[in-house]
């Protein structure tokens, strides 16, 4: 079937995507962007110096095959130079109103001597938590060893809450440079189909004009997520681990 063009704004509207809160722990990290039943959601990236805008460029249903593309921007980051260079590395992320929905923070600062030998952590929190307090909804880490041949694939598990909790809420297994990302709900089902893919796509002509036009930086990820996933929790992981 042919793609149905839809309004970029008209469309998030009608899907609910204009203005987002989070959920509370347990719950999907944006409920409303939690995947509906036989429908399979696909993002890309738009880098840009301070900020990334993750897109919903099409919705695909999984019986039909019918695809409507919609190219709204539905989440955008925020993160200070001086946090990535001397602290957490603290993003926030906004709806399209300019709400901040969800913050994604690194849990040592970078300067921290652990991160010599420690992995990758970040902690995802509501706007108003107190980081201090220990409140995280996700916490996402880097294993410390990896996964494949001489552990040469890098994985990454999403815990609900803290590590401590031991609930697993994502499981993720990167190919290395140029080869995708798949998620898993957890690890004893990596064996079986990805209910979400993070690749590199080639950009297209559009997107070269949209960046020659100032619009974001020419870095063309794609994320495609399925029925029932938290997509913003998928999103949130690939910010982190994004080549």
């Known amino acids: ?22 959920g509370s722990l347990g719950d999907p990290l ?5 995947v509906p039943r036989q429908q399979v959601f696909t993002f890309d990236l738009a ?5 990334i805008h993750w897109n919903l460029e099409s919705i695909r249903d999984e019986v039909t ?11 955008v980051l925020h993160k200070k130079s001086s946090s990535d260079r001397f602290g957490h590395g603290t993003m926030k992320i906004a709806d399209r109103t300019g709400k901040t929905v969800f913050v994604l923070r690194k849990t040592r600062v970078r300067w921290n001597p652990v ?48 590590k401590r909790s031991g609930i697993v809420a994502l499981y993720v297994i990167c190919g290395g440079p140029g080869k995708p990302c798949n998620f898993y709900w957890d690890a004893q089902r990596a064996s079986g189909t990805p209910i979400a893919t993070m690749w590199e796509a080639h950009s297209s002509a559009e997107t070269l004009a949209r ?8 870095q063309d990820v794609r994320v495609e997520i399925h029925a029932a996933v938290d997509s913003a929790l998928v999103l949130a992981v690939c910010t982190v681990i994004r080549p």
């Open 30 to 34: 944006v409920p409303a962007m939690a």
């Open 1 to 22: 079937c042919g793609a149905e063009e839809l309004t970029g704004p008209a469309a998030l509207r009608s899907l609910k995507l204009w203005s987002l809160r989070p």
């Open 47 to 51: 880098d840009r110096v301070h900020e």
């Open 115 to 162: 991160n010599i030998v420690g992995k990758t952590s970040y902690r995802i929190y509501a706007p108003a938590t107190q980081f201090s307090s220990g409140g995280a909804l996700f916490t996402v880490n880097q294993d410390r060893t990896g996964n494949g041949i001489f552990w040469t694939r890098e994985v990454w598990t999403v815990f609900q809450g803290r």
């Open 65 to 75: 095959g019918e695809e409507n593309v919609v190219r709204g921007g539905v989440l």
């Open 211 to 218: 960046s020659d036009a100032g619009s974001y930086s020419i």
